[in-house]
């Protein structure tokens, strides 16, 4: 016959294994396990078995041993862990992509019914619609004020009605109902609360980011540097060239108000000096694309002369009826 640990032995197998998945593993996803059933659990750990370690426990437990285990080794990055325990909370070891990881864990979702005395997630809306039952549930519906009309036998809801409010407490009547209807407006797994990698912790936000939002958070960040640095002249890379193009149009103004002059400037004063020069430089620019449209509209010609005509009977040599 096996003998069972003790409480004390538990504990100090539990800091074992918890000290040594934080020294095989850099990365752990926090998750919230709340009304995540046992079985789920199970099929969670399975369907992630490979790469990543699933570990739930005390928090107060967790605490003690990631405080202990940073003092021994020395790695404070590991204290970055404790504010993140706070309520039913479990952690995700892995050493695959987070996003991936995270994916992976959102579906292994379940439906579960509205039970009384339950905050509810979403807002539960009923559908129109036949619900199949008899006319003597209709008391059901008069409570919460539903518009319903008897049809062929059975009660039917009229228009939509919002049974319940995200936040609100599930009430004895409306998680009959739900229960009659035979709906299960919630659906519960495990949810990602924050992400830790090497020390740092982001929000599970971060994961879903793609190449082309860094693009564009980084293109934005430079445009702020760039119109800092023009407002107050201080030279950055991002703005040197909007500071020398503004450098130039302040010495083309200069030499076009004054009679000092260099070769660009020459022409940029012909042009204000002789205002139809503007014409003839567009004109060239003209020529080229109706040349070029013509060009194209005269070889569209060509191809169709080029099509042979369709043959009829009467080339062939002979009539229908000869």
Same mark, same amino acid.
């Given at each position: 016959?096996?003998?069972?640990?003790?409480?004390?032995?538990?504990?100090?197998?539990?800091?074992?294994?918890?000290?040594?998945?934080?020294?095989?593993?850099?990365?752990? @996803?926090?998750?919230?396990?709340?009304?995540? !059933?046992?079985?789920?659990?199970?099929?969670?750990?399975?369907?992630?078995?490979?790469?990543?370690?699933? %570990?739930?426990?005390?928090?107060?437990?967790?605490?003690?041993?990631?405080?202990?285990?940073?003092?021994? +080794?020395?790695?404070?990055?590991?204290?970055?862990?404790?504010? &993140?325990?706070?309520?039913?909370?479990?952690?995700?070891?892995?050493?695959?992509? &987070?996003?991936?990881?995270? *994916?992976?864990?959102?579906?292994?979702?379940? !439906?579960?019914?509205?039970?009384?005395?339950?905050?509810?997630?979403?807002?539960?809306?009923? #559908?129109?619609?036949?619900?199949?039952?008899?006319?003597?549930?209709?008391?059901?519906?008069?409570?919460?004020?539903?518009? +319903?009309?008897?049809?062929?036998? +059975?009660?039917?809801?009229?228009?939509?009605?919002?049974?319940?409010?995200? !936040?609100?407490?599930?009430?004895?009547?409306?998680?009959?109902?739900?229960?009659? %209807?035979?709906?299960?407006?919630?659906?519960?797994?495990?949810?990602?609360?924050?992400?830790?990698?090497?020390?740092?912790?982001?929000?599970?936000?971060? @994961?879903?980011?793609? *190449?082309?939002?860094?693009?564009?958070?980084?293109?934005?960040?430079?445009?702020?540097?760039?119109?800092?640095?023009?407002?107050?002249?201080?030279? +950055?890379?991002?703005?040197? #060239?909007?500071?020398?193009?503004?450098?130039?149009?302040?010495?083309?103004?200069?030499?076009?108000?004054?009679?000092?002059?260099? #070769?660009?400037?020459?022409?940029?004063?012909?042009?204000?000096?002789?205002?139809?020069?503007?014409?003839?430089?567009?004109?060239?620019?003209?020529?080229?694309?109706?040349?070029?449209?013509?060009?194209?509209?005269?070889?569209?010609? *060509?191809?169709?002369?080029?099509?042979?005509?369709? *043959?009829?009977?009467?080339?062939?040599?002979?009539?229908?009826?000869?």
């Amino acid at each position: 016959m096996v003998n069972k640990l003790s409480k004390a032995d538990k504990k100090i197998a539990y800091d074992a294994k918890l000290c040594q998945l934080l020294d095989d593993f850099s990365q752990i @996803l926090i998750v919230a396990a709340d009304n995540v !059933g046992s079985t789920q659990l199970q099929n969670i750990r399975q369907g992630l078995r490979g790469d990543s370690v699933v %570990l739930m426990g005390k928090n107060t437990m967790m605490k003690r041993s990631v405080r202990i285990h940073s003092e021994k +080794t020395g790695n404070k990055a590991f204290l970055n862990l404790i504010p &993140l325990l706070q309520g039913n909370v479990g952690l995700i070891f892995t050493k695959g992509d &987070l996003k991936e990881v995270s *994916e992976e864990v959102a579906k292994y979702k379940v !439906g579960a019914p509205a039970r009384v005395g339950l905050v509810a997630p979403i807002d539960v809306v009923v #559908p129109p619609g036949n619900t199949g039952l008899d006319p003597s549930q209709t008391s059901f519906f008069q409570v919460l004020n539903i518009p +319903t009309k008897i049809n062929k036998g +059975t009660v039917e809801i009229i228009t939509p009605v919002e049974l319940i409010k995200k !936040g609100e407490k599930v009430g004895s009547s409306e998680a009959a109902l739900l229960a009659k %209807l035979g709906i299960r407006p919630f659906s519960y797994g495990l949810v990602v609360l924050s992400a830790y990698d090497n020390g740092s912790v982001f929000s599970p936000e971060v @994961l879903d980011l793609t *190449e082309d939002d860094l693009a564009e958070k980084f293109a934005a960040g430079v445009s702020m540097i760039a119109s800092l640095s023009l407002a107050t002249s201080y030279p +950055t890379l991002a703005a040197a #060239p909007h500071m020398f193009v503004n450098a130039y149009k302040n010495v083309l103004a200069v030499a076009v108000a004054t009679a000092y002059s260099y #070769p660009e400037a020459e022409k940029v004063k012909e042009f204000l000096e002789d205002p139809s020069k503007f014409a003839f430089a567009a004109a060239p620019v003209t020529a080229a694309a109706a040349a070029s449209s013509g060009a194209s509209a005269a070889a569209k010609e *060509e191809e169709k002369k080029e099509e042979p005509a369709e *043959e009829s009977d009467d080339d062939m040599g002979f009539g229908l009826f000869d």
